[in-house]
Structures are given as C-alpha cells and as structure tokens.
C-alpha cells in the first residue's frame, strides 16, 4: 500500500508561481509512472501532468504545457509539480497518485490517490 501526501499548495495571485511535492510512504515508487490531477468546484476531476517510472518522459494537457513542469527524485520518493504563470483557471485541489498502467491521461487510470493540496490564484 501506498500512501501519498501533497504538499505545497496555498493561495497566490494571478502570474505567480508554487511547487507542489507528492511524499510517498509505504512502498517506493520508483516502478510507477506518477500523474498530478486536479479537481475544481463544480468540475469533475481532470488530468494535469505525467511523468514515467524513470522520469525520462512527461506528459501535460494543454492547459499545463508551457507553464508546469512534473519531475521525481526516487532517492527521496518524492514527485513535483512546479506550476508557473499561475491563472485563475488553475484554482483548484491538487492530487497526485500512482498510475496502475492504462492511459496516462485518463483521471479513472490513477490508485492511491493522496487526500489533495488546494491551490487558489487570486486574479
């Protein structure tokens, strides 16, 4: 079992800028391909950003590219999610979990899934 804690989220204005962390205990995660999603009010939760087992490749939706970088560090077990040019759009809570092998972009693709960081972008 695999339990995840999001970190680093808060309140910020438009154009700024947070890193999010994702701490793993339990198990590592070095053989998982990590994803960060987001709920909004109202929305149903939706894809953010990917990265594989080795970190060797990310994956964005379009809302993200450009502006969200996803990275790892296995010695620490740990996955981030630097977001800049925060916008208002962007409000919403935060997850990270551990992909079971489907499609990376797909939310139902996602176990373990931590309780969440709220990130808020005042415009």
């Known amino acids: 079992q695999v339990q995840l804690v999001e970190s680093g989220g808060g309140l910020v204005q438009a154009g700024g800028s947070l890193r999010l962390s994702c701490a793993a205990s339990?198990?590592?995660?070095?053989?998982?391909?990590m994803g960060w999603l987001r709920q909004a009010p109202g929305k149903e939760r939706e894809f953010v950003a990917a990265i594989s087992w080795n970190g060797d490749r990310t994956y964005y939706a379009d809302s993200a590219k450009g502006r969200f970088t996803v990275s790892r560090d296995h010695a620490k077990n740990t996955v981030y999610l630097q977001m800049n040019n925060l916008t208002p759009e962007d409000t919403a809570v935060y997850y990270c979990?551990?992909?079971?092998?489907?499609?990376?972009?797909?939310?139902?693709?996602?176990?373990?899934w931590g309780q969440g960081t709220q990130v808020t972008v005042s415009s």
């Open positions: 339990g198990r590592t995660l070095i053989s998982y391909a």
């Open positions: 979990a551990v992909n079971r092998g489907g499609s990376l972009y797909s939310p139902r693709q996602y176990d373990f």
